[in-house]
């Protein structure tokens, strides 16, 4: 537009021009819009007058468009329907039963249970999409913090640090001894964090919130600091126990994978839990289709519709570490 201004357009005066265009009448447009055909062609008038363009070549018998016309009809047609189409969308979003829905979770956690909720949203909401954003605990917390995503899934050994965040506990698990059963320390119903000093141990890395929980307890129970072998999956951890390279330090009950048939495990003593928190921001409320598969994935556990806050102390990306999700590290707990 000459002298660089801004152009006062309405979406209506595009709409009844894409209609005039399309229908080759300002009689038959008007009659789309339930509007008089006069007031079909003020409209279009104040939209040449507004683009300083000859938009249609009017006579008796017909209407049609000019060059620019038709140029103008063809790339406004276009950004009408993606405008329907976003629209559509998030109209959908809001009606709590289709659209898509973002959740972050961590590897372990996004193979066994977060799985189970996926398939507890799809048998609720059938036309609900729950995508999965696989990624280091760090990384969830941060895509929650930063909006990238509806809501994350952590699991921790202390309070959620941040004031950012909103959580609601799921579901408590406490940390085991895995070794095979002949073992001598299977012959026990319990194992003291002592007692594993003597023996190579494994665990699982950053991503799944086990290292700040075996550190927490080795520290409160004055167990002196030790290498400690690091992998991304809890099979990788039972595949060497199996072998004999070592003890693992594990979450155990029906919320993580299961101990394999030739395994044992035992409580820690004293008891050091993992807790699982559903996380979405503090200042944004989810939407409707958010909250129907928070609900889906919070009430087979017991949790009530009450969040549950958790005092902040610190920023959250920096209770959990990113390391490399494939291969092991060794690690000083």
């Known amino acids: 537009m000459p002298g660089g201004g801004v152009m006062n357009v309405s979406l209506q005066q595009l709409k009844v021009f894409v209609a005039v265009a399309r229908e080759r009448s300002f009689t038959r447009a008007a009659r789309e819009f339930d509007l008089t055909q006069s007031a079909v ?139 095979p059963s002949a073992h001598p320390l299977a012959r026990h119903a319990t194992v003291a964090w002592s007692a594993l000093h003597e023996w190579a141990l494994v665990t699982l890395n950053g991503d799944a919130g086990v290292r700040s929980a075996l550190e927490l307890a080795f520290n409160s129970n004055g167990v002196k600091r030790r290498p400690v072998q690091e992998f991304g999956h809890v099979a990788a951890v039972l595949r060497m126990v199996e072998l004999g390279l070592g003890i693992g330090v594990l979450p155990v009950d029906g919320h993580w994978p299961e101990v394999s048939p030739s395994l044992v495990s035992r409580p820690l003593s004293p008891a050091m839990n993992l807790t699982t928190l559903l996380v979405h921001r503090r200042n944004r409320s989810l939407r409707p289709n958010a909250a129907a598969a928070w609900a889906q994935f919070s009430a087979p556990a017991g949790a009530t519709s009450n969040a549950a806050d958790m005092s902040p102390s610190a920023s959250p990306t920096r209770m959990a570490s990113s390391v490399a999700r494939d291969g092991a590290v060794l690690h000083e707990p």
Not at 59 to 87: C, F, M, N, P, W
Not at 96 to 118: E, I, R
Not at 156 to 179: K, N, S, Y
């Open 41 to 179: 062609s003020r409209c279009v008038r104040e939209l040449e007058e507004a683009v300083e363009l000859k938009l249609f070549d009017r006579t008796t018998r017909q209407v049609e468009l000019t060059h620019a016309g038709a140029s103008l009809e063809r790339r406004i047609g276009r950004l009408l329907d993606e405008i329907e189409l976003t629209l559509r969308e998030e109209r959908a979003a809001y009606d709590g039963h289709t659209g898509v829905v973002v959740l972050a979770s961590n590897p372990v956690l996004s193979s066994g249970w977060v799985a189970q909720g996926l398939a507890r949203c799809a048998a609720a909401y059938p036309e609900l999409i729950v995508s999965v954003r696989d990624q280091p605990q760090s990384g969830v917390l941060a895509s929650v913090e930063q909006g990238e995503v509806d809501f994350g899934v952590v699991s921790l050994a202390e309070p959620l640090a941040g004031d950012l965040l909103r959580a609601q506990v799921v579901f408590t698990t406490p940390l085991h001894a895995v070794m």
